[in-house]
């Protein structure tokens, strides 16, 4: 058991710990002045502000969730009502 303590004590205090700090910026993707659907519209609210979505996939478990896909975001809506709004990733490429 003293070994075990003894060689324990070197290790930790035999070299310097080093640790990297990783910053994720969260809540930065896209342009913040997009108008979104807001929870609770209806699905023809949505369309007589949005438009047409590119996609309506069809609904989904129970209960009924159903997305439509515009090109920068998607709507999810809970039977007739929007519950979210997600915005698309858009990757910005760094230039050489």
Same mark, same amino acid.
């Not at 519209?41 to 129970?62: D, I, K, T, Y």
């Given at each position: 058991?003293?070994?075990?303590?003894?060689?324990?004590? $070197?290790?930790?205090?035999?070299?310097?710990?080093? %640790?990297?700090?990783? @910053? =994720? &910026?969260?809540?930065? @993707?896209?342009?913040?002045?997009?108008?979104? &659907?807001?929870?609770?519209?209806?699905?023809?609210?949505?369309?007589?502000? *949005?438009?047409?979505?590119?996609?309506?996939?069809? %609904? +989904?478990?129970?209960?009924?969730?159903?997305?439509?896909?515009?090109? @920068?975001?998607? +709507?999810? *809506?809970?039977? %007739?009502?929007? =519950?979210?709004? $997600?915005?698309?990733? %858009?990757?910005?490429?760094? @230039?050489?």
């Amino acid at each position: 058991m003293r070994t075990a303590l003894t060689t324990l004590t $070197v290790l930790l205090s035999s070299g310097t710990l080093h %640790a990297e700090t990783v @910053q =994720i &910026p969260l809540g930065q @993707q896209g342009n913040p002045l997009i108008v979104l &659907p807001e929870r609770g519209q209806s699905p023809a609210s949505v369309s007589a502000q *949005f438009g047409e979505p590119l996609q309506r996939h069809p %609904a +989904v478990g129970n209960p009924p969730i159903t997305r439509w896909d515009y090109p @920068q975001f998607s +709507v999810y *809506f809970e039977h %007739a009502h929007v =519950i979210n709004t $997600v915005l698309i990733h %858009a990757p910005q490429h760094s @230039q050489p």
